[in-house]
């Protein structure tokens, strides 16, 4: 068996109030083999999804140390094969997200919203909070999602998962919520980089228009 075409992605939730700046790096990994069908021998290929790295930053520490710490996670991570940094722009402004720019390379910036529908705005991607924290749960009840038993934050991570709670709204629609007093950031960080990490193939024809590669 041969694995070929180790892709990284690297969530970043960066810190608004409350919370913590958290990092996740998930490891898309394409493992290729060869099995024996009665005579024939067949190619076939899976796709597995490993969370490498959990972090979750100090609180109010500054975005220059937090621009900082990515650029030396990402550089980690391209020991082994590229790394996309993939940040929620939802309320940190275009400053912020410049500024990682600049420190890391290529950043997407992600806008997460309220509504229904993924689509590509000027220069960022804007998902539904729904549609993120929906495909991290699919995933982990799938078990198509393995973490690393070293990631340092892995604890944390669970007791925020075990917080998350669902909420309907007066229109009928459903979100996501930390419980009170809980925090979200580790499981935003995660859904942002397995969200990115299936998506990749879709909204990679789209590089042009984005002007974020």
Request: hydrophobic letters at 45%.
């Amino acid at each position: 068996m041969a694995m070929e075409e180790r892709r990284f992605y690297l969530g970043v939730d960066l810190a608004m109030w409350r919370d913590h700046t958290a990092l996740a790096v998930v490891e898309r990994r394409i493992e290729r083999f060869r099995g024996i069908e009665w005579v024939r021998s067949q190619e076939a290929e899976r796709v597995g999804y490993f969370v490498r790295h959990l972090e979750r930053l100090g609180l109010g520490i500054g975005y220059e140390r937090v621009v900082e710490r990515v650029r030396r996670v990402k550089a980690a991570a391209e020991k082994e094969g590229s790394c996309e940094v993939v940040v929620d722009a939802t309320g940190v402004g275009a400053a912020v997200v410049e500024m990682l720019r600049k420190g890391c390379g290529t950043v997407t910036a992600v806008v997460i919203t309220g509504g229904e529908k993924e689509r590509a705005g000027r220069d960022c991607l804007m998902a539904p909070k729904k549609d993120l924290l929906g495909e991290l749960t699919a995933m982990m009840e799938r078990r198509e999602l393995r973490i690393s038993v070293r990631a340092a934050d892995r604890r944390a991570l669970e007791k925020e998962l075990l917080g998350m709670k669902a909420v309907r709204s007066s229109a009928g629609r459903e979100r996501f919520e930390a419980t009170a007093g809980g925090h979200d950031d580790l499981v935003m960080a995660l859904a942002l980089a397995c969200w990115r990490a299936r998506r990749r193939k879709q909204w990679g024809q789209r590089r042009e228009d984005l002007g974020l590669w």
